[in-house]
């Protein structure tokens, strides 16, 4: 091949490289609402069904996925911790996949940390892949929990 | 309020073991990622070697860059040439990390280099000269995007491997 053509095919790699990578970066951290508040999610979710021990908040519950192999994974679980310790009734779970694939599918997990914002109901109003933005999750919670009527302070 | 801050610190129990946090021994998040843009380079060298019919070239290339993976792979990233020049050349001109990261999930994605790597290299030995630029570009794109958008392929394989049942299979349900 000339090597011209050579150098054309080379960079044409990585410019679809960059375009993956920022359609990628573009959906990260992104909070996707789920339903509406008139039409919500209709399954609701127990802490059985995330085998969980520990009861869900009573306002909403932040339900972080993650594995044992997950770089993001632990910078996601303080960030969720402060977010949740910050609000009354806000709970975050943090539930390791790793020996617990039928939850990954069931939940539709394709990439750790992805994290589910339940409703005090338990039903599913929210979802992030990646580490959440924390003004989009603040301002997801906060509709969450003033369509609750709580009031704070 | 202390209800939540109870319940926070609750990993599910029955879902397995805490997840390992990186606390413990932390590597500074922007060391695999250097290393990841030389790997990248390299990698378009071999492609274009490979595409203008230095095909030696190309495969001793190859040869050479799966060598590092299985360097970062069995020695573990910390231990791997790129990331001592890191320390000594790039972290000293850099502001301290503002987070630590485990070091398991890039060297795991070593190692899926490494597979990758050495599947175009044993191809390219047996005469299918293509597999050698095929594997270098898909190996390219891993580094690439990992370089510089920091996606972490050992961490979404992980996850998928445990999908298929191939990783992580203790609880049969």
């Known amino acids: 091949m000339h090597p011209l053509a050579a150098l054309a095919l080379v960079l044409g790699l990585v410019v679809v490289a960059t375009g993956l990578g920022v359609l990628w970066r573009r959906q990260q951290g992104r909070v996707r609402a789920v339903g509406t508040p008139e039409a919500p999610a209709a399954t609701v979710i127990q802490p059985t069904d995330v085998a ?10 932040l339900l972080q996925f993650s594995t044992e192999l997950c770089s993001k994974c632990p910078g996601t679980r303080r960030l969720l911790t402060a977010v949740a310790e910050a609000r009354p009734g806000v709970v975050h779970l943090d539930i390791d996949l790793t020996h617990r694939a039928d939850l990954a599918n069931r939940f539709n997990i394709f990439q750790t940390p992805t994290t589910i914002v ?5 039903r599913i109003r929210a979802r992030v892949g990646g580490v959440p933005n924390r003004a989009q999750l603040a301002r997801q919670l906060d509709e ?3 369509s609750d009527n709580v009031h704070i302070g | ?5 109870d319940a926070s610190h609750n990993t599910a129990s029955d879902a397995g073991a805490s ?3 990186a606390a413990a021994a932390g590597i500074d998040p922007r060391s695999p990622r250097f290393g990841a843009a030389i790997t990248a380079v390299l990698l378009l060298v071999v492609i274009f070697a490979a595409l203008v019919g230095a095909s030696v ?6 040869v050479l860059i799966a060598a590092l993976f299985a360097w970062g792979a069995f020695a573990g990233v910390r231990r791997h040439p790129y990331g001592l020049l890191f320390k000594a050349l790039v972290r000293p001109r850099l502001a301290p990390p503002t987070e630590l990261e485990d070091p398991a999930p890039p060297t795991f994605a070593q190692g899926v280099g490494l597979l990758v790597t050495l599947v175009g290299v044993v191809l390219g030995l047996v005469g299918v000269a293509p597999a050698v630029p095929i594997a270098a570009a898909a190996a390219f794109l891993a580094a690439f995007l990992n370089s510089v958008f920091g996606y972490c392929l050992g961490c979404q394989l992980y996850l998928l491997l445990v999908r298929a049942g191939v990783l992580g299979r203790v609880q049969a349900a």
């Open chain 1, 144 to 146: 969450l929990l003033g």
């Open chain 1, 52 to 61: 969980s021990s520990a009861p869900f908040g009573d306002h909403a519950t």
């Open chain 2, 57 to 62: 070239v190309a495969l001793v290339l190859l």
């Open chain 1, 118 to 122: 339940l409703d005090g109901s338990g």
């Open chain 2, 19 to 21: 997840v390992p946090g």
């Open chain 2, 1 to 5: 309020m202390s209800t939540s801050a």
